[in-house]
């Protein structure tokens, strides 16, 4: 199964693919979208197309079959807060938009998915990824994070498909 993960952010837009077979996991492909570019100011609405447009191009060319998107935290600025919140939007739309089921994590819970620890730092999740998917490069934190997020949807579909089977076979 293919797992697309999405760090939502307004300005960049992080993405990760990954490939899933059974415990195995191996990397696809990752980046970032941008709404912007060469630091000037479009208006909300022009961004939020951007990074709309962009996440379908990327779901057009790797055609996942699952996606999950990291959920927002309030920041100490409302503003901010409700920008990153229409950023999410999109990232929850354009997958929906392309038929694929979407999950939702806490960033505490992509942590501990992926680390063991629930606080762990950014250099901890970026090591982990790399542990978890050889060879893998990413230019970006926004990328790492998106295929943080990517593993950890993998492991939550991993543990429904293992529920299903014990169900099936009477064991549950």
């Not at 909300?44 to 709309?52: D, N, P």
């Not at 779901?59 to 996942?64: D, S, V």
């Not at 762990?120 to 790492?144: N, S, W, Y």
Request: net charge positive.
């Amino acid at each position: 199964m293919r797992v697309m993960g999405i760090d939502p952010g307004l300005r960049n837009m992080g993405w990760g693919i990954i490939d899933m077979d059974g415990p195995r996991l191996r990397h696809v492909a990752n980046g970032v979208v941008h709404s912007v570019a060469d630091g000037s100011k479009a208006d909300l609405a022009a961004r939020l197309s951007l990074l709309f447009q962009g996440l379908n191009r990327v779901i057009a060319q790797y055609r996942p079959e699952a996606a999950a998107v990291e959920q927002t935290f309030v920041n100490k600025d409302a503003t901010g807060t409700l920008k990153l919140g229409q950023a999410r939007g999109i990232a929850l739309l354009a997958p929906a938009e392309a038929g694929l089921q979407v999950g939702e994590y806490a960033p505490n819970a992509v942590k501990k998915t992926v680390v063991g620890v629930g606080h762990a730092g950014k250099e901890q999740v970026q090591h982990m990824v790399r542990v978890q998917l050889p060879g893998v490069k990413f230019e970006t934190a926004d990328a790492a994070d998106a295929l943080a997020i990517a593993i950890c949807h993998a492991h939550h579909l991993q543990g429904r498909v293992m529920r299903v089977a014990a169900s099936n076979r009477g064991t549950i």
